[in-house]
C-alpha cells in the first residue's frame, strides 16, 4: 500500500479554497438554487411527520374526550363490609375506609393509567326496590356518593330543606309484623324537584322491600340541591339528581334515588347484604394528559389490568373488577394512527427522493458548465482526488448549511416533537446534497486523460458495448425486482407490521420504487418512439420536425431527466388521486354508517316510528329490531334483524343501493315470514328450514334470497354467528302473536334531523341520534383526516413544483448543444420564431412521455396500496374504498409542465436574441 506523503497531500488540497471560491462565485445562482431545493425539501421532511404527530395527539384525546363516561375506569370491589364487624354491627368509619381504598386503588394502577388519572370518586348502591308511600308505589334505590377528598364531601349538595341524613335510631321490631324480621331505618335525602314530582317532603316515611335483609324503612331528613350537576362523582347517578317517570302496560311508575351521607350509609349496609351493597370506584382520564406516544402504552396497560386484576384486589383487600372501554377506544384510535404515519411516510420518503433527484439535475448540470475546466485540470495532472477534494469543500458546508436552515425552519413553524420522524431520510437528503456533486465530477473526468486505450478491433468495441448494456439492464432488474418485492410484501403486510411497530422505511419508499421502476419502461419506450416519429417527419415537408425529433433522441439519452420528470408527476396524480379516493370513501362510508338522512339507536319504541312519520318533512322511516344471536338450528346462531322492508328498500334506493331483495320481503304473507338469508348462511338453510324461539314460540322462516351487509347495525349480544337473516318486522310480529320495538329507526327527509328534535328524542336518555351530514362533516373536520388532506395536497404542490425546476434544468443543460444547432441553422436563415418552436419541439416529448407515464403510474400506485395503506380507516367506511380517478390531479400536472416549459422556452429565446449574427458565422456556436 502507498503511503500518503506531505506533497501528494499538498498536491491533492493545495490552492482548494481559492478555487472553491473562485467558481462559486461563477456560478453562484446555481448554488443558490440547489441549496433553497435542499433546505426546502429538509424543512417538509420535518414538518410533515411532526404536523401529523400534533394532529394525531389531537385526534386521541379528542376520541377519549368524545368516549365520554364510557372511557372512565370502573373498579367494583367485593363486601364493602370490613372484617371483625357482624351482620348486626353497625361500622362508623365506613366511608373512610372506602376513601383510604380508593387511594390504595390509584397508587396500585400501573403508571401509564395513574398518571393519567386524577383522584377517584366513590359510590355504593342497592338495588333497584320497590317501594310504598301510602296507596302509591314507587322504585327507589339507596346510594352513596363521595370524594377522595373529604373536605369537598359536604360541598357535593347543598340541602335547602331539613337536614342531613345522619345516624338512625337502632333496630326496631314491627309489632304488626309476624315475620320476626327485624325492620330497618335508614335516613336518606332527596332532591329537591325530585321530591316535588313524586310528592314526598321531609318527615315522610317509607318501605322499601329488600328481601335479603327484610323490611327497611326510610325516612326523608332533607331536601338538597346540587351545585355542580355534571361533576364526576354524580355520573351515573341520574336518579339522585331528578325523578322519572316510565309507562309499562298503560302503568305509571315512578323512580328516585335516595342519598345516603356517610353519616347514614353504616345504617344502610345493615339493610343490604354485601353482595349487593358493593362499593364502585371512578377514575376519570384526563384527555390533556395522554397522546399518540404513549396510547399504546396505556391500552397495554388496561388490558393488562382486566386480564389480571389482582394487585388491585390485594390493595383493596377484596375483590375487584375493573371495567372501562378507554383501552379499546385507543385501540381503534391507534388503527387510524398507524394508517396515517403510514401515509406520512409514503410522502416524506417521496419528497425527499424526488429533491434528490432534482438535486441530482443540478449537480450535473454543474459539472456541464464547469467540464472544460475540469478537462484542463486533469490534462496539467490534476488527479481525481483533487477534483473530488474541491468539489466536497465546496458542496458539503453548503449541504450543511442548507439543511441546517430547512431543520430551523421547520422548527420555528411546528415545535419538534420526540418520536416524529422525518429525520433520518433529511439526513440522507443533506449527504446526498454533499456528496452528489463530487460523485459527478469524478465520473464526468474519471476516463479524461487517463491513458486508458480504446480497442482497435471493432469485434473487442462491440463486445466492451455489449458489456456496458448487460451491466445497464442488469441494474434496471434489479430495481424492478427491488419494486416488485416492496410490493409484494406491502400489499401482503401493509407498511406497519414490523416487530417494532413502526414504518419500515424501504415499505415506505415502495411507491417511489414502483414510479422509478415504471419509468425504466417509459425510458425503453420513448427512443423508438422518437424514431418512428423521426421516419415520419422526414417523408413531410417542413424543418421543425425533423429537427426536433433528432434534438429530442439527443436530450433524452440520459434517464435521470425522465426519471426525475416521471416520479415527480407520477406522485402528483398518487396524491391527489389519495385525496379523491379518500373524499369518495368518505361520502360513501357516512351512507353506510348513517344508512339514512337520520339514524336513532337505543330504547326506542313503536309509537316513535308512528310519531316520526307523521312530522313535517320527513318522507320514510324505517324501524329495525335486532335479536342478536339467536339460534336458527343445526347449531347454527345467528342475528335476526326484523326489518320494515318496504321502507327500509326505499331508503337504500334514495342513497343509491339495490334493494331488490328487500322488496321481495312482503308485508303480509300466509305461512312462514318469507326472509333474506346472507351467504355465509347458506349452506346451513340448506340443510334445514331455519326457526327463532320467541316468547310465544318457536317462529319458522323461510329463505327467500340472500341478504346483503347493508344496514349494518348495532349488535349488544356477544354470542358468534354465522351470519344474518332480514325478516318484515310486521311480518314476524303477526307470525309470533307480539310486537316488536324497534332498536334501530332510520329516518329520510328533507327535516328528518328536526323531526326528531321536535319529539324530543335526541335528548331522550338511552337515545343516540346521528345526522348523515353532521357525521360527515364531524367525520371530515377530525384532526387526522383534515391535517392529512391538506398534507396531501400540499405535498402534491411541492412536487409539481420539483417537476417544474426539474423541466428548466433540462432545458438548462441543454442548452449548449441546442445553441450549437440553432446557431448554424440561424446562418441559414432560421428566424427567432423558428427557433422558438424548434426547442419547444424538442423537449416536448420528454414533457409528454413523463406526463403520460407519470399519470399511469400515479393512478396503478394508489390502486396497488389503498389496502397497505390502510386508507379504510381515513374513510371511515366498513371497507377500502374504491379507486376515485379524477381530472383535477392530471390537469394540475399537465398544467404546471406546459408553463415550465413555455417559461423555459420564452426565457431562451430571449438570451439568444443577444447573439449576433456576425459572431456566430465567425465562431460557429455559442
Not at 436563415?829 to 419547444?840: E, I, P, V
Amino acid at each position: 500500500m502507498t503511503a500518503v506523503t506531505p506533497g501528494m497531500l499538498r498536491s491533492t488540497v493545495a490552492g482548494s479554497w481559492l478555487v472553491v471560491r473562485r467558481r462559486s462565485r461563477a456560478d453562484a445562482g446555481l448554488l443558490v438554487m440547489s441549496a433553497v431545493v435542499l433546505a426546502v425539501t429538509v424543512a417538509l421532511a420535518l414538518i410533515v411527520p411532526r404536523v401529523v404527530a400534533a394532529a394525531a395527539d389531537d385526534a386521541v384525546r379528542g376520541a377519549v374526550a368524545q368516549a365520554g363516561t364510557s372511557a372512565d375506569l370502573v373498579v367494583r370491589l367485593g363486601s364493602s363490609r370490613p372484617a371483625g364487624f357482624g351482620a348486626t354491627v353497625r361500622d362508623p368509619n365506613v366511608a373512610a375506609e372506602l376513601r383510604t381504598s380508593e387511594s390504595d386503588l390509584h397508587d396500585a394502577l400501573p403508571e401509564p393509567l395513574r398518571t393519567m388519572m386524577g383522584p377517584g370518586t366513590i359510590s355504593v348502591s342497592s338495588p333497584v326496590v320497590r317501594g310504598r308511600i301510602g296507596d302509591d308505589t314507587l322504585t327507589a334505590r339507596l346510594a352513596y356518593v363521595g370524594t377522595a377528598d373529604p373536605a369537598d364531601q359536604d360541598a357535593l349538595v347543598t340541602w335547602v330543606d331539613g337536614k342531613a341524613p345522619a345516624e338512625a335510631r337502632g333496630d326496631t321490631d314491627d309489632a304488626g309484623d309476624d315475620t320476626a324480621q327485624d325492620r330497618y331505618e335508614v335516613q336518606v335525602g332527596l332532591e329537591a324537584d325530585a321530591a316535588e314530582q313524586v310528592g314526598l317532603r321531609v318527615g315522610d316515611h317509607g318501605k322499601l322491600a329488600i328481601a335479603t335483609s327484610g323490611p327497611t324503612d326510610f325516612v326523608v331528613t332533607g331536601l338538597y340541591t346540587v351545585p355542580d350537576p355534571r361533576a364526576a362523582v354524580w355520573t351515573g347517578q341520574d336518579d339522585l339528581l331528578a325523578a322519572s317517570t316510565t309507562t309499562t302496560d298503560g302503568t305509571r311508575t315512578r323512580h328516585v334515588g335516595l342519598l345516603l351521607t356517610p353519616q347514614s350509609l353504616p345504617d344502610a349496609q345493615l339493610a343490604v347484604q354485601p353482595k349487593a351493597f358493593a362499593p364502585q370506584l371512578r377514575y376519570v382520564p384526563d384527555p390533556a394528559l395522554v397522546d399518540s406516544s404513549t396510547a399504546g402504552a396505556v391500552a397495554a396497560a388496561i388490558d393488562q389490568l382486566q386480564a389480571d386484576p389482582t394487585g388491585l384486589a390485594r390493595a383493596a383487600g377484596a375483590s375487584a373488577t375493573p371495567t372501562t372501554a378507554l383501552g379499546s377506544t385507543l385501540d381503534a384510535e391507534g388503527g387510524r394512527l398507524t394508517a396515517a404515519r403510514a401515509l406520512q411516510s409514503v410522502l416524506v420518503v417521496g419528497l425527499c427522493g424526488v429533491g434528490a433527484l432534482v438535486l441530482v439535475l443540478a449537480a450535473r448540470l454543474l459539472v456541464a458548465r464547469r467540464e472544460p475546466f475540469l478537462l484542463l485540470e486533469r490534462a496539467r495532472g490534476a488527479s481525481l482526488a483533487s477534483i473530488v477534494t474541491r468539489a466536497l469543500l465546496e458542496a458539503a458546508p453548503l449541504a450543511l448549511v442548507a439543511g441546517a436552515v430547512g431543520a430551523g425552519a421547520a422548527a420555528l413553524v411546528v415545535r419538534p416533537r420526540d418520536g416524529a420522524g422525518g429525520g433520518a431520510v433529511a439526513g440522507a437528503l443533506v449527504l446526498v446534497a454533499a456528496l452528489t456533486p463530487a460523485v459527478v465530477a469524478a465520473l464526468q473526468t474519471r476516463t479524461a486523460f487517463a491513458g486508458r486505450r480504446s480497442p482497435a478491433n471493432r469485434a473487442d468495441r462491440v463486445r466492451l458495448a455489449k458489456r456496458r448494456r448487460a451491466r445497464r439492464t442488469v441494474a434496471e432488474l434489479a430495481l424492478v425486482a427491488l419494486a416488485v418485492a416492496a410490493l409484494v410484501s406491502v400489499r401482503r403486510r401493509g407498511l406497519t407490521q414490523t416487530t417494532t411497530g413502526g414504518v419500515d422505511l424501504l415499505l415506505a419508499a415502495t411507491p417511489l420504487l414502483v414510479a422509478a421502476a415504471a419509468t425504466l419502461v417509459v425510458a425503453r419506450l420513448l427512443p423508438p418512439a422518437l424514431r418512428a416519429a423521426s421516419r415520419a417527419a422526414r417523408r413531410r415537408r417542413g424543418l421543425v420536425p425533423v429537427v426536433a425529433t433528432a434534438r429530442a433522441s439527443a436530450a433524452t439519452g440520459t434517464a435521470v431527466p425522465l426519471l426525475t420528470l416521471t416520479v415527480a408527476v407520477g406522485l402528483v396524480v398518487f396524491c391527489g388521486t389519495t385525496v379523491l379516493t379518500v373524499g369518495a370513501g368518505q361520502l360513501a362510508a357516512a351512507d353506510e354508517r348513517v344508512a339514512a338522512d337520520v339514524r336513532l339507536e337505543g330504547a326506542l319504541t313503536e309509537q316513535d316510528v308512528t310519531d316520526l312519520r307523521a312530522q313535517d318533512g320527513v318522507t320514510t322511516v324505517a324501524g329495525i329490531a335486532v335479536l342478536g344471536g339467536r339460534a336458527i338450528g343445526t347449531g347454527t346462531n345467528a342475528d335476526v334483524l326484523l326489518v320494515d322492508a318496504a321502507d327500509l328498500a326505499t331508503i337504500e334506493e334514495a342513497h343509491g343501493l339495490d334493494a331488490t331483495g328487500l322488496r321481495s320481503l312482503p308485508a303480509e304473507a300466509a305461512g312462514a315470514p318469507p326472509a333474506l338469508a346472507s351467504s355465509s348462511l347458506s349452506s346451513a338453510v340448506g340443510l334445514v328450514q331455519p326457526s327463532v324461539l320467541t316468547n310465544s314460540g318457536r317462529v319458522d322462516l323461510r329463505v327467500v334470497g340472500t341478504a346483503a351487509d347493508d344496514p349494518h347495525v348495532t349488535v349488544t349480544s356477544t354470542v358468534p354467528v354465522a351470519g344474518r337473516l332480514l325478516v318484515d318486522r310486521a311480518t314476524f310480529d303477526a307470525a309470533q302473536g307480539g310486537q316488536t320495538d324497534p332498536t334501530t329507526i332510520l329516518v329520510d327527509g328533507p327535516r328528518a334531523a328536526a323531526g326528531a328534535q321536535a319529539l324530543g328524542l335526541d335528548t331522550r336518555t338511552g337515545v343516540t341520534v346521528t345526522a348523515r351530514d353532521t357525521w360527515l362533516t364531524t367525520w371530515q373536520d377530525s384532526p387526522l383526516n383534515r391535517n392529512l388532506t391538506v398534507l396531501l395536497l400540499a405535498t402534491a404542490g411541492a412536487l409539481a413544483a420539483y417537476a417544474a425546476l426539474a423541466l428548466v434544468l433540462l432545458v438548462a443543460a441543454t442548452a449548449r448543444e441546442r445553441g450549437r444547432s440553432l446557431s448554424a441553422l440561424r446562418t441559414l436563415g432560421l428566424d427567432g420564431r423558428t427557433g422558438s418552436a424548434l426547442t419547444f419541439a424538442e423537449l416536448a416529448p420528454v414533457a409528454v412521455a413523463a406526463m403520460v407515464g407519470g399519470t399511469v403510474i400515479g393512478i396503478l400506485v394508489t390502486w396497488l396500496t389503498t389496502g397497505a395503506l390502510g386508507l379504510q380507516l381515513a374513510a371511515g367506511g366498513y371497507g377500502p374504498p374504491a379507486l376515485q380517478v379524477g381530472w383535477w390531479p392530471v390537469a394540475a400536472a399537465a398544467a404546471v409542465l406546459v408553463v415550465a416549459l413555455v417559461v423555459s422556452v420564452a426565457v431562451e429565446r430571449v438570451v439568444r436574441r443577444r447573439d449576433r449574427l456576425g459572431e456566430v458565422l465567425r465562431v460557429g456556436e455559442r
